[in-house]
């Protein structure tokens, strides 16, 4: 499976301000999704990272909450902005369509960025 | 619209001993992808199997097998002979092509095995 990283590990920020997420994968990947898992949640999909077009996302998230890039097929960000403390989460990436692996259909997972907001 | 149960909420063993962790799915397609990970306590989801709608064979993999029926909608998961470093969350997911892969997971289980 593909190598994915993610920065940063963890976090501790104040209410009101914003934190990029990134995700780096070391193959190009066709599809690339943004996650959140709440303590003691199972996860839950935020968006589609699109390459060279705008996010899809799911039902109860909007963009301006959670703006997303994917400038190309290895690396792609994610923004939470004005955060309160119901944003405490982990965020996870995933990839499906990696060369390496030969698994479309099969997503792999970054190691997480858990979030705590004061 | 697709459904992933899983109704054991936590269970608890003690070493040696086997656990099977049940997950039964909701879909209309006919093409779909069933799918377990493990979250261990770092947080990482770690892949453990896929398996497609048509492929009905049981599999195993050192202590770890897996059950799919589709006459019951199930796609059940044995560890055998559990051991300390078993102790996860593990989910169980759905996707299908007709929805760009997008996974639905289950609500998890989580496994404790005592020493």
């Known amino acids: 499976s593909a190598v994915i990283s993610q920065k940063p590990s963890r976090d501790i920020c104040q209410r009101g301000t914003s934190l990029t997420i990134q995700c780096q994968v070391d193959?190009?990947?066709?599809?690339m999704f943004w996650y959140r898992q709440q303590p003691g949640q199972s996860l839950t999909l935020i968006a589609t990272?699109?390459?060279?077009?705008?996010?899809?996302?799911e039902s109860g998230f909007v963009i301006d909450k959670f703006p997303i890039s994917r400038p190309n097929l290895t690396f792609s960000t994610l923004t939470v902005s004005n955060m309160s403390p119901e944003d405490s989460s982990i965020y996870l990436c995933?990839?499906?369509?990696?060369?390496?692996?030969?698994?479309?259909?099969?997503?792999?997972f970054g190691p997480g960025t858990r979030l705590t907001v004061l | 619209a697709q459904k992933v149960t899983q109704a054991q909420t936590e269970i608890s063993v003690v070493e040696k001993e086997d656990v099977t962790l049940d997950c039964v799915y909701e879909t209309r397609d006919t093409t779909y992808y069933l799918f377990w990970y493990k979250q261990p306590p770092s947080g990482e989801l770690v892949f453990l199997i896929r398996r497609n709608s048509f492929d009905e064979q049981n599999e195993i993999s050192g202590r770890y097998s897996w059950n799919f029926q589709k006459s019951t909608s199930s796609f059940n998961f044995t560890i055998t002979a559990s051991q300390v470093v078993d102790s996860a969350v593990y989910f169980c997911a759905l996707s299908d092509p007709s929805n760009d892969y997008k996974l639905s997971f289950g609500a998890g289980t989580t496994v404790t095995v005592r020493a």
């Open positions: 995933s990839v499906a369509g990696a060369a390496k692996s030969g698994l479309a259909d099969t997503q792999y």
């Open positions: 193959s190009q990947v066709t599809m």
């Open positions: 990272a699109n390459q060279g077009s705008e996010a899809t996302y």
